[in-house]
């Protein structure tokens, strides 16, 4: 009696596995077509450049942008960029910022790493006041990996946005990640906002 029962399971067991191994069949079958059909579109993905967000309306940061990013940029309609690298600009970005009627500020800090690390607090005041423009907006502000010079230059700006000391280092952190630098973070912290108090302060979180 007992074999029988054995033998009537398998039997169950077994009919079961074939009637499930079509379904499981026919599942890859349909999600395989509707990736192809996907594909078949031949439509054009945008890629956005390294580390890119949205700062607040009207501004955003990000990486170096580089070609493969210009159809994406191109749907934000940029009036300005902020670039804080000493470098000069390259040529095909020029000619994309050319060709879309996009003014080019340039605050050259250089990107040195830690202990010598030395951030020029009249240069970011500068960069500031740019973004604070909303003449210049919409703006992207880049440096070379999003991280450390447009971490201290965004900031800076959410000081002016009165949000606090760990919100501030929180967004930092997670831009820059295992690379964070206690000397921006320093920086941010001690940077003098007096001097730019009394800018207009159009930012949405702001908005009564």
């Keep these: 009696m007992q074999v029988a029962a054995e033998l009537q399971r398998a039997h169950h067991h077994h009919q079961r596995h074939k009637q499930d191994t079509p379904m499981c069949r026919q599942i890859q079958l349909t999600i395989s077509d509707h ?32 070609p493969a990013n210009f159809s994406f940029l191109q749907t934000l309609g940029l009036r300005s960029i902020i670039y804080l690298c000493p470098e000069p600009y390259p040529e095909a970005n020029m000619e994309f910022l050319k060709s879309n009627g996009i003014k080019l500020f340039q605050f050259g800090i250089e990107g040195h790493k830690e202990p010598f690390v030395n951030i020029p607090e009249d240069t970011i005041r500068e960069a500031l006041k740019v ?75 702001l908005k009564r």
Aim: charged letters at 25%.
């Design 35 to 66: 990736t192809t059909a996907g594909d078949d579109d031949g439509e054009d993905l945008f890629i956005p450049p390294l580390n890119f967000a949205m700062v607040d309306n009207g501004i955003f940061r990000s990486g170096f942008p580089e």
């Design 131 to 205: 973004v604070l423009d909303v003449r210049n907006h919409p703006v992207i502000i880049h440096c070379k990996r999003g991280k450390h010079r447009t971490g201290c230059l965004v900031g800076c700006y959410r000081k002016l946005q009165k949000w606090c000391l760990s919100s501030v280092f929180d967004e930092y952190q997670r831009f820059a990640a295992a690379k964070a630098r206690v000397s921006d973070q320093r920086f941010v912290e001690l940077f003098d906002i007096s001097s730019l108090k009394h800018f207009p302060i159009p930012f949405s979180c």
